[in-house]
């Protein structure tokens, strides 16, 4: 059964570095997602891409994120300069276009972030 | 602002019991999400829920939907250890699908002999 897959599945940098999240979703969705939750919390919304192009994001995504699908497979998400809030499990979702039974957002396995 | 309130957040029970597991959402939303995430673990998708009356049944998981009152239940019949684990709900922040998830905070199930 196709999956997204995410990498690394752990990151630790030191506050203030650029950090590169890699997500491969599954191959023919359309919408790919970022979605966070920090340790024992509920996850939370980052945003989302379609056609190349953000098409929503939150509050939580400022000028220190970035989207980017730089080639027919990959989609990643980058930070900048890190702080130590953004030490959280970063989750990459997919789904296709159909918004039937079918839409339903396939989560991949999450890359934890520590920022030390 | 879509507000996804779920009760109990925590919650342990013995084998063989049965339970239920609420979730209340703030606006008009026909588009119902349950999610299973064991600890460490991803997000595994257990039901979509898609229309007013909606009832799904995977197991000894059943979920249903009222989208008058808002409401989802999540149901477990005859509890096992293997159901424990974190259940979120999720509704659509647009109701029109490929639209981003607002999640509950989880309940955490522990199902103890």
């Known amino acids: 059964e196709p999956e997204v897959t995410q990498t690394p599945s752990h990151q630790v940098t030191q506050m203030g570095q650029e950090v590169i999240l890699r997500c491969v979703p599954i191959?023919?969705?359309?919408?790919f997602y970022w979605y966070r939750q920090i340790l024992g919390q509920k996850v939370e919304f980052l945003v989302s891409?379609?056609?190349?192009?953000?098409?929503?994001k939150s509050e939580i995504f400022d000028d220190q994120f970035s989207v980017e699908r730089p080639d027919g497979s990959n989609f990643t998400l980058k930070i900048r300069s890190t702080k130590l809030e953004d030490s959280a499990m970063y989750f990459c979702?997919?789904?296709?276009?159909?918004?039937?039974?079918?839409?339903?957002?396939?989560f991949g396995p999450g890359t934890r972030l520590t920022v030390l | 602002e879509l507000k996804v309130e779920q009760n109990p957040l925590f919650l342990s029970m013995q084998e063989g019991k049965n339970y239920t597991i609420y979730c209340n959402y703030s606006?008009?939303?026909?588009?119902l999400y349950w999610y299973r995430q064991d600890p460490g673990k991803s997000l595994e998708s257990l039901f979509v829920?898609?229309?007013?009356?909606a009832v799904k049944q995977e197991g000894r998981l059943m979920a249903s939907l009222d989208t008058k009152a808002r409401l989802s239940t999540l149901h477990i019949t005859a509890a096992v250890h293997d159901l424990s684990a974190t259940y979120f709900c999720?509704?659509?922040?647009?109701?029109?699908?490929?639209?981003?998830?607002?999640f509950g905070k989880g309940t955490r199930l522990s199902v103890i002999a």
């Open positions: 979702a997919s789904s296709p276009m159909d918004r039937g039974n079918t839409d339903t957002q396939y």
């Open positions: 191959s023919n969705h359309l919408y």
């Open positions: 891409f379609y056609n190349n192009e953000i098409s929503e």
């Open positions: 606006t008009t939303s026909d588009r």
């Open positions: 829920l898609l229309s007013n009356g």
């Open positions: 999720a509704v659509d922040r647009r109701n029109s699908g490929n639209t981003p998830l607002v």
